[in-house]
């Protein structure tokens, strides 16, 4: 989870990636932070452009 400023209105923003357990993909729960971080890390990317 991460915490933005909006540069423009100054009201915070937040970004959350969630990913859940699968067993044919995942061999261990670093796999499924690691798809989360990742997923969070693109929400952020996305909130620059707005």
Do not use: I, T
């Not at 990636?17 to 693109?42: E, H, I, T």
Request: hydrophobic residues 30%.
């Amino acid at each position: 989870m991460s915490f933005n400023y909006s540069k423009l209105e100054g009201k915070p923003e937040l970004s959350v990636g969630c990913a859940s357990y699968q067993p044919k993909v995942d061999r261990g729960y670093d796999d499924v932070f690691r798809r989360a971080d990742k997923l969070m890390y693109q929400r952020k990317q996305e909130l620059k452009w707005f």
